[in-house]
Nanobody
């Protein structure tokens, strides 16, 4: 079973930085990685897309509220996606989730699958 494990969350002061990482494992079948993303969900709010990176040329997209502050990157060989977060604000406080699409080959249930991590807490407070 494919699992995504996030790390790097924690408590940071406003203006500080954190780097989140997400590692995927459990690929016991032929597969190809597709888009990878970071979402976040603050208390009482809906989950929202923060950043995405494609598997083709690594093109990236960012939500307006993080543009210029956050950077998403991926390492296909290691099956990881990272999020460098700079100039953090109190409103960035949330649980951050990684998400990736992959395509399964050569099995009865072949097709596109989306997997989610369990989330990591980021708290920005003085």
């Amino acid at each position: 079973q494919v699992q995504l494990v996030e790390s790097g969350g924690g408590l940071v002061q406003p203006g500080g930085s954190l780097r989140l990482s997400c590692a995927a494992s459990g690929f016991t079948f032929n597969f190809s990685l597709r888009a990878m993303r970071w979402y976040r969900q603050a208390p009482g709010k809906e989950r929202e897309l923060v950043a995405a990176i494609s598997n083709v040329e690594g093109s990236t997209n960012y939500a307006d509220f993080v543009k210029g502050r956050f950077t998403i990157s991926r390492d296909n060989a290691r099956k990881t996606v990272s999020l460098q977060m700079n100039s953090l604000k109190a409103e960035d406080t949330a649980v951050y989730y990684c998400n990736l699409d992959y395509y399964k080959y050569g099995v009865a249930n072949a097709g596109l699958v989306t997997a989610w991590g369990q989330g990591t807490q980021v708290t920005v407070s003085s």
